[in-house]
Protein backbone atom coordinates (compact mmCIF):
# COMPACT_ATOMS: atom_id res chain seq x y z
CA UNK A 1 0.00 0.00 0.00
CA UNK A 2 1.47 3.59 -0.62
CA UNK A 3 1.78 5.99 1.99
CA UNK A 4 -0.59 8.61 1.89
CA UNK A 5 0.63 11.26 3.71
CA UNK A 6 3.63 10.83 1.31
CA UNK A 7 0.78 11.45 -1.54
CA UNK A 8 -0.42 14.51 -0.20
CA UNK A 9 2.35 16.53 -0.02
CA UNK A 10 2.52 19.20 -2.86
CA UNK A 11 6.05 19.31 -5.31
CA UNK A 12 7.42 22.83 -3.44
CA UNK A 13 7.12 20.33 0.13
CA UNK A 14 8.44 17.73 -1.23
CA UNK A 15 11.16 19.27 -2.95
CA UNK A 16 12.08 21.22 0.18
CA UNK A 17 12.14 17.89 1.97
CA UNK A 18 14.54 16.46 -0.12
CA UNK A 19 16.75 19.25 -0.66
CA UNK A 20 16.97 19.15 3.40
CA UNK A 21 17.74 15.44 3.24
CA UNK A 22 14.69 14.75 5.41
CA UNK A 23 12.56 13.01 2.45
CA UNK A 24 14.51 10.57 -0.04
CA UNK A 25 13.65 10.96 -3.36
CA UNK A 26 13.75 7.20 -3.60
CA UNK A 27 11.08 6.49 -1.32
CA UNK A 28 9.08 9.41 -2.67
CA UNK A 29 9.04 8.02 -6.37
CA UNK A 30 8.19 4.70 -5.48
CA UNK A 31 4.99 5.93 -3.30
CA UNK A 32 4.06 7.24 -6.52
CA UNK A 33 4.23 4.18 -8.41
CA UNK A 34 2.55 2.10 -6.08
CA UNK A 35 -0.37 4.70 -5.64
CA UNK A 36 -0.41 4.48 -9.30
CA UNK A 37 -1.25 1.14 -9.43
CA UNK A 38 -3.51 0.94 -6.84
CA UNK A 39 -5.83 3.65 -8.84
CA UNK A 40 -5.12 3.28 -12.29
CA UNK A 41 -7.43 0.18 -12.74
CA UNK A 42 -10.27 2.29 -11.33
CA UNK A 43 -9.30 5.69 -12.96
CA UNK A 44 -7.60 5.14 -16.20
CA UNK A 45 -5.40 8.16 -15.49
CA UNK A 46 -2.17 7.15 -16.73
CA UNK A 47 -1.17 4.95 -20.14
CA UNK A 48 2.29 4.19 -19.61
CA UNK A 49 4.55 3.95 -16.89
CA UNK A 50 7.97 4.08 -16.27
CA UNK A 51 8.92 2.24 -13.18
CA UNK A 52 12.98 0.87 -13.56
CA UNK A 53 13.48 4.43 -15.38
CA UNK A 54 12.00 6.47 -12.49
CA UNK A 55 13.04 4.41 -9.93
CA UNK A 56 17.23 4.69 -11.24
CA UNK A 57 16.56 8.20 -11.79
CA UNK A 58 15.27 8.51 -8.19
CA UNK A 59 18.92 6.85 -6.94
CA UNK A 60 20.72 9.00 -8.81
CA UNK A 61 18.71 12.31 -7.04
CA UNK A 62 19.62 10.86 -3.91
CA UNK A 63 23.39 10.31 -4.67
CA UNK A 64 23.34 13.57 -5.65
CA UNK A 65 22.28 15.01 -2.82
CA UNK A 66 24.56 12.98 -0.53
CA UNK A 67 27.37 14.31 -2.31
CA UNK A 68 26.24 17.72 -1.86
CA UNK A 69 25.27 18.48 -5.39
CA UNK A 70 23.76 21.75 -6.68
CA UNK A 71 20.14 20.68 -7.61
CA UNK A 72 17.33 22.14 -9.39
CA UNK A 73 13.49 23.02 -7.63
CA UNK A 74 12.00 19.99 -8.47
CA UNK A 75 14.80 17.74 -7.49
CA UNK A 76 13.71 14.22 -7.20
CA UNK A 77 10.04 15.03 -7.48
CA UNK A 78 7.99 12.88 -9.04
CA UNK A 79 5.60 14.41 -12.28
CA UNK A 80 3.56 12.93 -14.83
CA UNK A 81 3.34 14.50 -18.89
CA UNK A 82 0.57 14.68 -21.10
CA UNK A 83 0.60 11.56 -23.87
CA UNK A 84 0.14 14.69 -26.41
CA UNK A 85 3.28 16.03 -25.27
CA UNK A 86 6.54 14.48 -27.43
CA UNK A 87 8.91 12.81 -24.46
CA UNK A 88 11.97 11.20 -26.26
CA UNK A 89 12.15 7.27 -26.49
CA UNK A 90 8.94 7.28 -25.45
CA UNK A 91 5.38 6.29 -27.35
CA UNK A 92 3.57 9.56 -27.52
CA UNK A 93 0.00 8.55 -28.92
CA UNK A 94 -2.27 11.54 -28.83
CA UNK A 95 -4.93 9.01 -27.68
CA UNK A 96 -5.15 7.59 -30.89
CA UNK A 97 -4.62 4.78 -32.80
CA UNK A 98 -3.02 6.58 -35.64
CA UNK A 99 -0.34 7.35 -33.18
CA UNK A 100 0.08 4.25 -31.27
CA UNK A 101 3.55 2.82 -32.25
CA UNK A 102 5.16 7.06 -32.68
CA UNK A 103 8.64 6.96 -30.65
CA UNK A 104 9.67 10.69 -30.53
CA UNK A 105 12.99 11.36 -31.18
CA UNK A 106 12.87 14.56 -28.76
CA UNK A 107 11.93 15.99 -25.33
CA UNK A 108 9.11 19.11 -25.84
CA UNK A 109 10.87 22.21 -24.52
CA UNK A 110 8.39 21.71 -21.19
CA UNK A 111 9.71 18.59 -20.59
CA UNK A 112 13.56 19.72 -20.84
CA UNK A 113 12.71 22.71 -18.90
CA UNK A 114 10.44 20.15 -16.08
CA UNK A 115 13.31 16.96 -16.24
CA UNK A 116 16.16 19.58 -16.41
CA UNK A 117 14.52 20.97 -12.81
CA UNK A 118 14.95 17.52 -11.42
CA UNK A 119 11.34 16.27 -11.93
CA UNK A 120 11.19 12.39 -12.83
CA UNK A 121 8.73 11.73 -15.04
CA UNK A 122 6.95 8.61 -13.36
CA UNK A 123 4.44 8.01 -16.54
CA UNK A 124 2.38 9.74 -19.40
CA UNK A 125 -1.40 10.38 -18.66
CA UNK A 126 -4.59 10.11 -20.78
CA UNK A 127 -5.95 12.53 -23.14
CA UNK A 128 -8.64 12.17 -25.71
CA UNK A 129 -7.79 11.40 -29.06
CA UNK A 130 -6.01 14.77 -30.52
CA UNK A 131 -6.98 16.61 -27.31
CA UNK A 132 -10.24 17.23 -28.93
CA UNK A 133 -12.50 16.54 -26.20
CA UNK A 134 -13.76 18.55 -22.66
CA UNK A 135 -13.98 14.63 -21.58
CA UNK A 136 -10.41 11.77 -21.77
CA UNK A 137 -12.12 8.93 -23.64
CA UNK A 138 -9.62 7.92 -26.60
CA UNK A 139 -10.26 5.13 -28.78
CA UNK A 140 -7.40 4.09 -27.93
CA UNK A 141 -7.31 3.85 -24.32
CA UNK A 142 -10.48 4.13 -23.44
CA UNK A 143 -12.33 6.30 -20.46
CA UNK A 144 -10.60 8.17 -17.85
CA UNK A 145 -12.86 8.54 -14.80
CA UNK A 146 -12.86 11.36 -11.76
CA UNK A 147 -11.36 10.61 -8.37
CA UNK A 148 -15.00 11.74 -6.78
CA UNK A 149 -16.93 9.90 -8.34
CA UNK A 150 -15.95 7.26 -11.61
CA UNK A 151 -19.14 7.53 -12.85
CA UNK A 152 -18.16 10.89 -14.08
CA UNK A 153 -15.51 12.57 -16.50
CA UNK A 154 -12.49 14.24 -14.85
CA UNK A 155 -12.54 16.60 -17.63
CA UNK A 156 -10.47 17.05 -20.78
CA UNK A 157 -8.63 17.40 -22.42
CA UNK A 158 -5.99 16.93 -19.87
CA UNK A 159 -8.25 14.59 -17.73
CA UNK A 160 -5.64 11.71 -17.36
CA UNK A 161 -2.94 14.62 -15.43
CA UNK A 162 -5.94 15.92 -13.46
CA UNK A 163 -7.39 12.87 -12.23
CA UNK A 164 -3.44 12.14 -11.50
CA UNK A 165 -2.76 15.18 -9.53
CA UNK A 166 -6.52 14.75 -7.55
CA UNK A 167 -5.87 11.09 -6.58
CA UNK A 168 -2.53 11.79 -5.34
CA UNK A 169 -0.45 9.95 -8.03
CA UNK A 170 1.62 13.02 -8.57
CA UNK A 171 1.80 16.63 -7.20
CA UNK A 172 2.23 18.04 -10.55
CA UNK A 173 0.97 17.45 -14.16
CA UNK A 174 1.39 18.92 -17.10
CA UNK A 175 -1.16 19.42 -19.60
CA UNK A 176 -2.03 21.61 -22.45
CA UNK A 177 -4.73 24.01 -23.31
CA UNK A 178 -6.25 25.25 -26.50
CA UNK A 179 -10.18 25.80 -25.23
CA UNK A 180 -10.29 25.19 -21.92
CA UNK A 181 -7.76 21.56 -21.83
CA UNK A 182 -6.23 22.25 -18.14
CA UNK A 183 -8.99 24.57 -17.05
CA UNK A 184 -11.73 22.28 -17.73
CA UNK A 185 -10.45 19.12 -15.97
CA UNK A 186 -8.87 21.25 -13.01
CA UNK A 187 -12.30 22.55 -12.57
CA UNK A 188 -14.26 19.31 -13.06
CA UNK A 189 -11.39 16.93 -10.64
CA UNK A 190 -11.13 19.92 -7.95
CA UNK A 191 -7.56 20.75 -8.47
CA UNK A 192 -5.32 24.26 -9.46
CA UNK A 193 -4.93 24.61 -13.61
CA UNK A 194 -3.40 27.75 -15.50
CA UNK A 195 -2.97 28.38 -18.81
CA UNK A 196 -0.82 30.97 -19.07
CA UNK A 197 -0.96 33.93 -21.59
CA UNK A 198 -0.59 32.71 -25.19
CA UNK A 199 3.45 32.36 -25.67
CA UNK A 200 4.32 32.39 -22.23
CA UNK A 201 5.50 28.80 -22.21
CA UNK A 202 7.33 27.81 -25.71
CA UNK A 203 4.73 25.54 -27.15
CA UNK A 204 6.83 24.81 -30.49
CA UNK A 205 6.29 21.25 -31.73
CA UNK A 206 2.96 21.72 -33.77
CA UNK A 207 3.22 22.09 -37.30
CA UNK A 208 2.70 25.29 -37.81
CA UNK A 209 4.14 28.31 -35.33
CA UNK A 210 1.33 30.56 -35.73
CA UNK A 211 -1.49 29.56 -33.67
CA UNK A 212 -1.50 30.71 -30.59
CA UNK A 213 -4.64 28.84 -28.36
CA UNK A 214 -2.04 26.27 -27.80
CA UNK A 215 -1.19 26.48 -24.44
CA UNK A 216 1.21 24.29 -21.88
CA UNK A 217 -0.25 25.04 -17.94
CA UNK A 218 0.23 23.09 -14.89
CA UNK A 219 -2.04 20.40 -12.85
CA UNK A 220 -1.45 21.03 -9.08
CA UNK A 221 -3.16 20.74 -5.63
CA UNK A 222 -1.74 24.12 -4.62
CA UNK A 223 -1.02 27.85 -6.61
CA UNK A 224 2.31 27.70 -5.35
CA UNK A 225 3.31 24.85 -7.47
CA UNK A 226 1.35 26.34 -10.68
CA UNK A 227 3.48 29.36 -9.83
CA UNK A 228 6.92 27.09 -9.99
CA UNK A 229 5.58 25.76 -13.19
CA UNK A 230 5.25 28.72 -14.62
CA UNK A 231 8.66 29.85 -13.34
CA UNK A 232 10.71 26.86 -14.64
CA UNK A 233 8.48 26.67 -17.56
CA UNK A 234 8.28 29.89 -19.28
CA UNK A 235 10.77 31.84 -21.15
CA UNK A 236 11.30 32.83 -24.92
CA UNK A 237 12.67 30.01 -27.42
CA UNK A 238 13.26 30.81 -30.95
CA UNK A 239 11.55 27.55 -31.80
CA UNK A 240 8.67 28.92 -30.90
CA UNK A 241 7.69 32.27 -32.78
CA UNK A 242 4.71 33.07 -29.98
CA UNK A 243 6.98 32.65 -27.26
CA UNK A 244 6.97 36.12 -24.85
CA UNK A 245 10.06 37.53 -24.22
CA UNK A 246 11.66 38.51 -21.41
CA UNK A 247 10.35 35.96 -18.52
CA UNK A 248 9.14 37.20 -15.69
CA UNK A 249 9.69 37.34 -11.97
CA UNK A 250 7.34 34.89 -10.71
CA UNK A 251 7.17 34.11 -6.89
CA UNK A 252 6.82 31.04 -5.19
CA UNK A 253 4.68 31.00 -3.30
CA UNK A 254 2.72 34.08 -4.99
CA UNK A 255 1.79 36.91 -2.79
CA UNK A 256 -1.33 36.38 -1.38
CA UNK A 257 -2.79 39.64 -1.10
CA UNK A 258 -5.95 41.42 -2.80
CA UNK A 259 -6.15 44.58 -0.82
CA UNK A 260 -6.95 47.58 -2.98
CA UNK A 261 -7.61 45.29 -6.45
CA UNK A 262 -10.70 45.61 -8.23
CA UNK A 263 -12.43 42.52 -9.47
CA UNK A 264 -15.25 42.15 -11.94
CA UNK A 265 -17.50 39.08 -11.95
CA UNK A 266 -20.12 37.76 -14.58
CA UNK A 267 -21.58 34.74 -13.40
CA UNK A 268 -22.82 33.77 -16.88
CA UNK A 269 -20.84 36.04 -19.65
CA UNK A 270 -23.90 37.19 -20.74
CA UNK A 271 -25.59 33.73 -21.86
CA UNK A 272 -24.82 30.77 -20.64
CA UNK A 273 -27.65 28.25 -18.18
CA UNK A 274 -25.11 28.18 -15.36
CA UNK A 275 -25.73 25.10 -12.82
CA UNK A 276 -27.36 26.68 -9.34
CA UNK A 277 -24.57 24.75 -6.84
CA UNK A 278 -22.16 26.04 -9.63
CA UNK A 279 -23.34 29.83 -9.33
CA UNK A 280 -23.92 29.70 -5.63
CA UNK A 281 -19.94 28.45 -5.55
CA UNK A 282 -18.84 30.99 -7.61
CA UNK A 283 -20.56 33.64 -5.50
CA UNK A 284 -19.16 32.68 -2.02
CA UNK A 285 -15.61 32.29 -3.84
CA UNK A 286 -16.16 35.94 -4.98
CA UNK A 287 -17.42 37.29 -1.70
CA UNK A 288 -14.74 35.71 -0.01
CA UNK A 289 -12.24 37.79 -1.86
CA UNK A 290 -14.00 40.68 -0.82
CA UNK A 291 -13.74 39.75 2.56
CA UNK A 292 -9.98 39.76 1.83
CA UNK A 293 -9.90 43.28 0.83
CA UNK A 294 -10.96 43.29 -2.75
CA UNK A 295 -13.95 45.53 -4.23
CA UNK A 296 -15.80 43.22 -6.54
CA UNK A 297 -18.11 44.96 -9.39
CA UNK A 298 -20.88 43.07 -11.09
CA UNK A 299 -20.38 43.40 -14.83
CA UNK A 300 -22.30 42.31 -18.19
CA UNK A 301 -20.52 41.65 -20.87
CA UNK A 302 -22.75 41.52 -23.79
CA UNK A 303 -21.16 38.26 -25.49
CA UNK A 304 -23.14 35.63 -27.01
CA UNK A 305 -23.30 31.83 -27.98
CA UNK A 306 -21.57 33.44 -31.64
CA UNK A 307 -18.24 33.50 -29.40
CA UNK A 308 -18.39 29.88 -28.91
CA UNK A 309 -19.64 29.02 -32.59
CA UNK A 310 -16.73 30.15 -34.28
CA UNK A 311 -14.54 29.21 -31.37
CA UNK A 312 -15.88 25.60 -32.66
CA UNK A 313 -15.40 26.27 -35.91
CA UNK A 314 -11.67 27.42 -35.75
CA UNK A 315 -11.08 23.87 -33.51
CA UNK A 316 -12.15 22.23 -35.87
CA UNK A 317 -10.55 23.35 -38.95
CA UNK A 318 -7.29 23.00 -36.67
CA UNK A 319 -8.05 19.43 -36.11
CA UNK A 320 -8.60 18.79 -39.89
CA UNK A 321 -5.23 20.56 -40.28
CA UNK A 322 -3.10 18.57 -38.69
CA UNK A 323 -4.91 14.91 -38.56
CA UNK A 324 -7.27 15.15 -41.09
CA UNK A 325 -5.26 13.57 -43.61
CA UNK A 326 -5.55 10.41 -41.72
CA UNK A 327 -9.36 9.98 -42.20
CA UNK A 328 -9.48 8.15 -45.66
CA UNK A 329 -6.89 5.40 -43.75
CA UNK A 330 -8.46 5.77 -40.17
CA UNK A 331 -11.81 6.58 -40.34
CA UNK A 332 -13.29 3.43 -38.75
CA UNK A 333 -11.15 3.35 -35.33
CA UNK A 334 -11.05 7.26 -35.11
CA UNK A 335 -13.49 8.70 -32.59
CA UNK A 336 -16.45 10.07 -34.18
CA UNK A 337 -16.96 13.29 -32.79
CA UNK A 338 -13.18 14.09 -34.30
CA UNK A 339 -14.64 12.38 -37.65
CA UNK A 340 -17.36 14.80 -38.16
CA UNK A 341 -15.44 17.96 -36.82
CA UNK A 342 -13.01 17.31 -39.23
CA UNK A 343 -15.81 16.36 -41.80
CA UNK A 344 -17.34 19.58 -41.39
CA UNK A 345 -14.56 21.84 -41.27
CA UNK A 346 -13.23 20.59 -44.68
CA UNK A 347 -16.48 21.83 -46.06
CA UNK A 348 -15.82 25.28 -44.55
CA UNK A 349 -14.84 28.40 -46.50
CA UNK A 350 -11.42 30.57 -46.38
CA UNK A 351 -14.14 33.80 -45.84
CA UNK A 352 -16.38 31.61 -43.19
CA UNK A 353 -12.83 30.86 -41.21
CA UNK A 354 -11.75 34.68 -41.42
CA UNK A 355 -14.50 35.82 -40.11
CA UNK A 356 -14.18 34.07 -36.74
CA UNK A 357 -11.40 36.99 -36.12
CA UNK A 358 -13.97 39.27 -36.53
CA UNK A 359 -16.49 37.82 -33.87
CA UNK A 360 -13.37 37.58 -31.37
CA UNK A 361 -12.53 41.08 -32.11
CA UNK A 362 -15.98 42.40 -30.75
CA UNK A 363 -16.09 39.95 -28.10
CA UNK A 364 -12.77 41.91 -27.31
CA UNK A 365 -13.77 45.03 -27.49
CA UNK A 366 -16.42 44.34 -24.74
CA UNK A 367 -13.96 43.07 -21.80
CA UNK A 368 -11.05 45.29 -22.58
CA UNK A 369 -13.03 48.53 -20.51
CA UNK A 370 -13.75 45.80 -18.13
CA UNK A 371 -10.27 44.87 -17.81
CA UNK A 372 -9.45 48.22 -18.11
CA UNK A 373 -10.86 49.36 -14.53
CA UNK A 374 -11.00 45.98 -13.12
CA UNK A 375 -7.55 44.14 -12.00
CA UNK A 376 -9.02 40.31 -13.49
CA UNK A 377 -12.77 38.68 -14.47
CA UNK A 378 -13.67 36.38 -12.16
CA UNK A 379 -16.57 33.52 -13.62
CA UNK A 380 -17.37 29.98 -13.73
CA UNK A 381 -14.89 27.67 -15.50
CA UNK A 382 -17.71 25.10 -15.81
CA UNK A 383 -21.36 25.72 -16.05
CA UNK A 384 -22.13 22.50 -14.44
CA UNK A 385 -20.25 19.94 -12.33
CA UNK A 386 -18.51 17.22 -14.02
CA UNK A 387 -21.02 15.41 -15.97
CA UNK A 388 -21.18 11.53 -15.76
CA UNK A 389 -18.54 9.47 -18.58
CA UNK A 390 -21.41 9.02 -21.02
CA UNK A 391 -22.27 13.09 -21.52
CA UNK A 392 -22.82 13.80 -25.24
CA UNK A 393 -20.62 17.26 -25.73
CA UNK A 394 -21.60 18.10 -29.23
CA UNK A 395 -25.07 16.92 -28.44
CA UNK A 396 -25.22 19.59 -25.97
CA UNK A 397 -24.48 23.06 -27.09
CA UNK A 398 -27.89 24.36 -28.03
CA UNK A 399 -29.51 26.40 -26.14
CA UNK A 400 -32.82 26.20 -23.79
CA UNK A 401 -35.84 27.36 -23.99
CA UNK A 402 -35.19 30.97 -22.30
CA UNK A 403 -31.96 31.38 -24.97
CA UNK A 404 -29.82 30.35 -22.76
CA UNK A 405 -26.83 28.40 -23.68
CA UNK A 406 -26.02 24.78 -22.63
CA UNK A 407 -22.71 24.03 -23.31
CA UNK A 408 -20.35 22.99 -20.53
CA UNK A 409 -16.83 24.60 -21.33
CA UNK A 410 -16.76 28.97 -19.64
CA UNK A 411 -13.03 28.57 -21.38
CA UNK A 412 -12.20 28.85 -24.65
CA UNK A 413 -13.23 32.51 -25.41
CA UNK A 414 -9.34 33.26 -22.92
CA UNK A 415 -7.76 31.38 -25.08
CA UNK A 416 -8.74 33.25 -28.14
CA UNK A 417 -8.22 36.53 -26.68
CA UNK A 418 -4.66 34.95 -25.76
CA UNK A 419 -5.87 36.00 -21.91
CA UNK A 420 -4.18 34.13 -18.50
CA UNK A 421 -6.57 32.13 -16.84
CA UNK A 422 -6.20 29.96 -13.37
CA UNK A 423 -9.01 27.95 -12.20
CA UNK A 424 -9.09 26.99 -8.57
CA UNK A 425 -11.55 25.04 -6.48
CA UNK A 426 -14.60 26.94 -5.65
CA UNK A 427 -16.30 23.97 -3.62
CA UNK A 428 -19.07 21.27 -4.28
CA UNK A 429 -22.06 20.48 -5.62
CA UNK A 430 -24.99 18.70 -3.74
CA UNK A 431 -23.73 15.48 -5.46
CA UNK A 432 -20.46 15.79 -3.74
CA UNK A 433 -18.69 17.03 -6.94
CA UNK A 434 -15.71 19.92 -7.16
CA UNK A 435 -17.03 23.40 -9.22
CA UNK A 436 -14.47 25.64 -10.10
CA UNK A 437 -13.50 29.76 -10.11
CA UNK A 438 -12.16 31.14 -13.14
CA UNK A 439 -9.70 33.88 -12.63
CA UNK A 440 -9.20 35.65 -16.05
CA UNK A 441 -5.96 38.17 -15.82
CA UNK A 442 -5.35 41.06 -18.06
CA UNK A 443 -2.79 40.54 -20.88
CA UNK A 444 0.39 39.43 -20.17
CA UNK A 445 -0.76 39.76 -16.27
CA UNK A 446 -0.37 35.94 -15.73
CA UNK A 447 0.83 36.70 -11.85
CA UNK A 448 -1.96 38.85 -11.15
CA UNK A 449 -4.12 35.41 -11.72
CA UNK A 450 -1.77 33.47 -9.22
CA UNK A 451 -1.78 36.53 -6.83
CA UNK A 452 -5.94 36.07 -6.79
CA UNK A 453 -5.94 32.57 -6.90
CA UNK A 454 -3.20 32.18 -3.43
CA UNK A 455 -5.28 34.70 -1.98
CA UNK A 456 -8.38 32.43 -2.06
CA UNK A 457 -6.73 29.55 -0.84
CA UNK A 458 -5.58 31.47 1.64
CA UNK A 459 -8.94 32.12 3.14
CA UNK A 460 -10.73 29.05 1.75
CA UNK A 461 -8.16 26.33 1.50
CA UNK A 462 -9.40 23.63 -0.36
CA UNK A 463 -6.48 21.55 -0.20
CA UNK A 464 -7.97 19.63 3.04
CA UNK A 465 -10.90 17.53 1.02
CA UNK A 466 -9.58 14.55 -0.39
CA UNK A 467 -11.13 11.77 -2.44
CA UNK A 468 -11.39 8.25 -0.55
CA UNK A 469 -10.16 6.35 -3.20
Not at 152 to 176: F, I, M, N, Q, Y
Amino acid sequence: MSDRELSYLSATEAAALIRDGSLSPIALVTNALERIEEINPTLNCFCFTYPEEAVERARAAERAIAAGDEVGPLHGVPIAIKDLTPTEGKTTTFGSYVYENWVPDYDALVVQRLCGAGAIMVGKTTTPEFAFSSLTDSPLWGITRNPWDPEHTPGGSSGGSAAAVVAECVPLAEGSDAGGSVRIPASHSGCVGLKPSSGRIPFEFLPTQYDYMCCHGPLSRTVADAALFLALCQGPDERDLNSLAPALSVEVPPPADVRGMRLALSIDLGYYKVDADVEANTRVAAEALEQAGAEVEHVELGWSRAFNDAWWAYWGVFEATHFGHHLERWRDKMHPSVVASMEEALDMSAVELMKTETIYTEAWNKLRPVLDRCDALLCPTESIPAPTVDYDELGSTGDDADGRHLGMDMTMQFNALKLPALSVPSGFSSQGLPTGLQIVGRRFDDLTVLRIGAALEAVRPWRQHRPTL
